[in-house]
């Protein structure tokens, strides 16, 4: 069977931190893996030059590293919903523009941040964007994308569809985590791919395999991601 992933975030590169390793084993094992990025990413920096670029520049450079570093992992295509870098409102219009992707792609797993146990102790982790989409990815999928009696504005036209079951990125109350060892070089080069966004590659690589093997050693393997995976009703 079709076996379909769905990872959403808010920014390039948050989808690689939560979930690169996992995307990339899921890839290799014959699922078809989608991206799906709420922002283009136009409200960051140039890092690397240390240039503040106009927003159609930096996010043409966004995407462009964001695509490199999917097609390094497996991904089958990236998505770009065009929504405002810094501005992301969970709007019904927002969660609408979800339910469509959603019954278009048909994914049986959805990935993306977790809504629930926000502690706001961290500014990055809590960032507007992120909890914008995390709300609004998790009122797209129920009931609304699988119920024929909700319909999103516009309506494409695709059928209802139920997504099995969502693995939360970034939960402070993981209860699954996914061996990555045998992709952990991947997800390293595509988070570096997001070269506009890292100022010393060398020291960066390191703290993602740090914080891949503190996962690892929950599981007794040497690098994972963790997740809080949760049933949606069907
Ligand atoms: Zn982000």
Redesign the pocket.
């Known amino acids: 069977m079709r076996e379909v992933v769905a990872v959403f ?3 390039p ?2 989808l690689d931190w939560g979930s690169g390793g996992s995307a990339a084993v899921w890839a290799r094992a014959g699922k078809e893996v989608y991206y799906i990025l709420t922002t283009s990413g136009e409200g960051g920096e140039d890092h690397q030059r240390g240039v503040v670029l106009p927003p159609g520049e930096i996010a043409d450079i966004r995407e462009t590293e964001q695509r490199a570093a999917a097609t390094l992992l497996g991904v089958k295509e990236v998505l770009f919903l065009g929504q405002p870098d810094g501005r992301v409102e969970a709007s019904l219009a927002f969660r609408d523009q979800i339910v469509n992707v959603l019954r278009r792609l048909k994914p049986q797993i959805v990935v993306s941040m977790d809504p629930g146990h926000w502690a706001f102790d961290n500014f ?1 982790h809590y ?1 507007p ?2 909890r914008a989409t995390a709300l609004a990815v998790f009122d797209a999928i129920y009931p609304a994308a699988g119920t024929s009696t909700y319909q999103p504005q516009p309506d494409e036209g695709h059928p209802p569809h139920k997504v099995r079951e969502v693995y939360f990125t970034a939960s402070s109350k993981p209860n699954l985590y996914v061996d990555i060892s045998a992709a952990i070089d991947l997800k390293v080069r595509a988070l570096i791919s997001h070269r506009s966004q890292i100022k010393q590659p060398e020291r960066f690589a390191g703290f993602v395999r740090d914080s891949a093997a503190r996962h690892g050693s929950h599981i007794g393997c040497a690098y994972a991601e963790a997740f809080r995976r949760l049933e949606v009703p069907q």
């Open positions: 975030g808010a920014h590169d948050d990055y960032h964007d992120h």
